[in-house]
């Protein structure tokens, strides 16, 4: 099975007709339909490794000041608790499930433009604020069988993500920073350097500004980590916004 990391950018991508959303429609349809999808979200944050197993996970709005046409979006997709239990299984660390989350905007703004139906079973996995690089590279590899049973691996997060330094007035391009980061990022993925990737920090000065916290880095090493050698990487979206943001999206296949 393919495998995605989605650069979601803002909440309102959930609800908006734009280039990137277009782009994330031209990425399923390289896709197989997945019997599954099993989502690592920047924005499941937590304090260790987390799983959902819910029957029906609820659509959570991890958001505030947005339209209200936003918080009426409800992507009631089916869960996966047996799929859970095998991902836990999986795991080599230490996992708990747990429900008190849901189904957040960094999973269904974009799953809504690839799955509208939402008859595909989802569930999240969240992302050990406390663990290394290395560890969240080794789930990956922990949960890459998953993709033998038709299940689509989802990271989504932002490969350069600052808010603190977002600038409105540069719409549709970046700081150099941000640009050197990216395509740091992108010209390893595409070499299959990881250790690289896993090394991010160092670039210097450019990652520190590109990755302040690593939430919305880490997806992208779940993904690498659940890598083959034989996988063909195809890129989207290669772009930055606002100064620092980058909207820069992967496929596998």
Known sequence: ?????????????????????????????????????????????????????????KTI??????????????Y????????????????????????SWGIDHGT?????????ERDIPVFQISIDASAPPEVHYQIGKDLKSLRQQGVLLFGTGNIVHNLRMIDWGMKDRGFDWAYQFDDFVKENIENRNHENVINYLSLGEAAKLAVPMPDHFN??????????????????????????????????T
């Open 1 to 57: 099975m393919p495998m995605m990391f989605v650069g979601h950018g803002s909440p309102m991508n959930a609800i908006e007709d734009n280039p990137y959303t277009r782009s994330w429609k031209e990425m399923v349809k390289k896709v197989p339909k997945p019997t599954s999808i099993v989502s690592i979200s920047a924005h499941w944050y937590t304090k260790g490794t987390k799983i959902m197993n819910e029957e029906n996970p």
């Open 61 to 74: 709005y991890d958001m505030y000041g947005f339209p209200n046409e936003l918080y009426e979006v409800l």
């Open 76 to 99: 009631h997709a089916p869960g996966n608790p047996k799929l859970a239990e095998n991902a836990k299984n999986l795991i080599s660390k230490q996992s708990v499930f747990d429900n």
């Open 108 to 116: 269904w703004s974009v799953l809504v433009h690839m799955y509208p």
């Open 219 to 252: 997806p992208i090493l779940y993904i690498l980590g659940a890598s083959d050698e034989e996988d063909q990487v195809a890129t989207y979206n290669n772009s930055c916004m606002m100064g620092s943001l980058s909207m820069t999206s992967y496929l596998f």
